[in-house]
């Protein structure tokens, strides 16, 4: 099992100082980063991304709670407190685990379990394919969607994110072109690096230079295929 990334955000050094003295006892987790408030922890999450956030509730100035709502992408978090008052709001921010401070090392290995289930779980849903009968949940912004697979007919690489195309709208995925391609259907197919086009949408096909392919969808947009996938495309097509 790969290394579990753990950021810890506590303002207390002696509370820091014990978390990673518990930590020890699992070499399976590694942690890349602490930071004492709020705003410093957001910086490192955001910068190193980890898969575990072991964060204090009471700090000074902005809370644990504000610090996850700051993020876009949250890690499965465990809250450290030593407040008991806290624990039901924890838990409508989808902390996995609430820890008493101080921690004892049973109650501390418990959450282990927990978190490597959960890590789990997210690795064998990751692996799986979406069918093109599925629905997807698509949110960009206050704008929300519930899409048919079989209804989106483009995948475009927009930076760091990808732009979704369905059904004369467009939205922008937190996902790489890459994430998503490895769970599309067999309906998918990537025609070149920057996108990714529904087959069952193509209008036309056409010769182009170099060996490359140009096909017209069913809006009319034209999506070159690359020389490398071209080949693989007319095997897919019988063509």
């Given amino acids: 099992m790969e290394k579990i990334k753990t ?5 207390s050094r002696l509370a820091r100082n014990e978390l990673k003295e518990l930590i020890k006892s699992f070499p399976e987790i590694e942690v890349i980063g602490e930071a004492d408030n709020v705003d410093s922890g957001y910086e490192l999450i955001t910068a190193k991304q980890p898969d575990l956030l072991f964060l204090d509730i009471n700090m000074p100035e902005k809370d644990g709670f504000e610090l996850l709502e700051m993020l876009d992408n949250v890690p499965i978090t465990v809250f450290t407190t030593a407040f008991d008052e806290y624990a039901l709001k924890s838990f409508e921010y989808n902390a996995l685990d ?4 101080p921690v004892s090392p049973n109650r501390f290995a418990k959450a282990i379990e927990k978190i490597k289930q959960k890590l789990q779980e997210r690795v064998i849903k990751a692996e799986q394919k979406v069918e093109i009968s599925n629905q997807i949940f698509i949110k960009d912004g206050e704008k929300c969607w519930l899409v048919k697979v079989a209804d989106i007919y483009l995948f475009e690489v927009d930076g760091n994110y990808t732009k979704v195309f369905f059904n004369n709208q467009k939205a922008i995925l ?3 072109l890459n994430q998503i391609d490895k769970k599309l259907p067999e309906d998918f197919f990537r025609a070149n690096r920057n996108q990714i086009i529904n087959i069952n949408y193509i209008k036309n096909i056409d010769l182009w230079f170099s060996g490359n392919l140009l096909v017209q969808l069913k809006d009319d947009q034209k999506i070159e295929i690359s020389r490398r996938q071209s080949s693989l495309f007319k095997e897919k097509m019988s063509l």
């Fill in 174 to 176: 937190n996902k790489s």
């Fill in 7 to 11: 950021i810890i955000v506590e303002d």
């Fill in 98 to 101: 609430y820890l008493m401070k």
